[in-house]
């Protein structure tokens, strides 16, 4: 009888481990799906949905009530359709091998252990990406008609001269054009690039005033915290994105109305051992000419933007 041989890291290459190793990098670097944004298993390829177009106030329908005496007839109305909105879930993956050498000797777990990082740091990567393109996309746009549009405050990163910047009075202006008649949206969530964020932070270190008026109006930063609430402006968390947010924009949702909602996909053919809501796959073989182990990983899912007020987003201004 021929004893299987089991080669020192052969453990590690187990599709399971692989798998929960990878999610558990993944999962909570989702910043966009962290508690906000609704998560939901679509049946379908396709998905679509309807969005309003304008509030009540605003639709070019809207007919004002009439006073009714006898033999009076009422004020006939209709209103604005929705409009339909549609998205094509896309897969997004990569492959990565692991040479039969990395398996046969132990100093191959290193090689291992980095391969499997940066897979799960490169899928990340892009996900988050593709979040902020479609939120930055799809929710309201920064006009020039409106406050944060018609500012005259610098940039956050101008420290000296005449206008001097000032990133609180910036969120207050964006918390101000959140606010539309005839919709709840208001102000929660401001998402900036981490060179902006960075830039608030120093702007709040320096503040001369007393800890204890900085504490109670503007926030006290936390160097290693990524986010920072600003109590002046409602308790608005600003929050440090790597990617997503163009240096110099700024994207501010409302954490109680998602604007959007992440579909994903399951399929059967390629089940996981760990219950995800990401559309996260993952495949495992051998390369029969090479003997190399091979791992074919990847996301099916799409993003729809249904609120856009309940979201605003400035490419610029910051």
């Known amino acids: 009888m021929v004893e299987k041989v089991v080669l020192p890291n052969e453990q590690f290459l187990q599709k399971d481990f692989v798998e929960a190793r990878i999610l558990r990098i993944m999962e909570p670097e989702l910043e966009w799906l962290t508690g906000f944004m609704p998560q939901v298993q679509s049946t379908a390829k396709a998905v679509w949905t309807t969005k309003e177009v304008t509030s009540a106030k605003s639709d070019a329908k809207r007919r004002a009530p009439r006073l009714r005496t006898a033999g009076s007839k009422f004020v006939k109305m209709s209103i604005s359709q929705l409009e339909e909105v549609s998205t094509t879930l896309a ?6 091998t692991i040479d039969e050498d990395a398996v046969r000797y132990a100093e191959g ?14 899928l990340l990567d892009q996900v988050n990406t593709e979040f902020g393109a479609a939120l930055t996309g799809g929710v309201y746009q920064v006009a020039g008609s409106d406050n944060f549009g018609g500012k005259t405050t610098p940039a956050w ?7 001097i910047r000032d990133p609180v009075e910036d969120l207050m202006l964006l918390a101000q054009d959140m606010e539309r008649d005839e919709y709840p949206y208001g102000l929660t969530d401001v998402y900036v690039h981490k060179q902006n964020y960075w830039e608030l932070m120093h702007f709040l270190k320096n503040l001369q005033v007393t800890t204890e008026e900085k504490k109670a109006i503007w926030g006290m930063p936390d160097i290693k915290a990524p986010q920072i609430s600003i109590p002046v402006v409602g308790n608005v968390a600003v929050h440090k994105m790597v990617n997503g947010v163009v240096e110099g924009g700024i994207l501010g949702l409302d954490r109680r109305f998602p604007a959007g909602t992440f579909y994903y996909a399951r399929n059967p053919k390629y089940p996981t051992t760990t219950d995800n809501k990401i559309g996260f796959h993952i495949n495992r073989f051998e390369d029969q000419e090479t003997h190399d182990t091979v791992f074919q990983m990847w996301l099916e899912f799409g993003i729809l933007v249904k609120e ?3 979201g605003i987003y400035a490419s610029s201004g910051i």
């Open 91 to 96: 897969t997004l993956g990569l492959q990565m």
């Open 157 to 163: 990163s101008v420290k000296t001269g005449e206008n």
């Open 308 to 310: 856009p007020y309940a």
């Open 109 to 122: 777990i290193d090689e291992m252990q980095r391969a499997y990082n940066r897979a799960a740091y490169w």
